[in-house]
């Protein structure tokens, strides 16, 4: 049924657009919560100090995880740009499809992320 295969073939994820969005959307969320850590520092009072305190905390945190993820991100977009993305790089073995829907930067497959964990 030719039908049927064009219209599966349309529901494949682009994963390069996605990881893009991805990376647009970190961007903008780094920036706003720089944005958020210099608002903060203007604040004098004890309460403020206090809670400047840990709206630090909170901010630089969401900042190192987000560009731990913003850099993984842009490595799966060299990747693509490479046309190695999708396999994994410690096996070598193609990743499955449900686990990049699950996590379009992963590097690895399932059992050596795993791996990777134990060790
Ligand atoms: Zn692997």
Redesign the pocket.
Known sequence: MLVARKTKNSKKMDFGKLLKSKRDELLGQLKEWREDVRAERVTEDEVGQASWAQMEHLAFANLEQGQKTLGEVEAAIHRMDRGTYGV??????P?PEVRLRALPWAR??????ERRRRN
Do not use: D, H
């Open positions: 994994c790089e410690s096996c070598e073995e990743i690895y497959c399932v059992k050596c992320a």
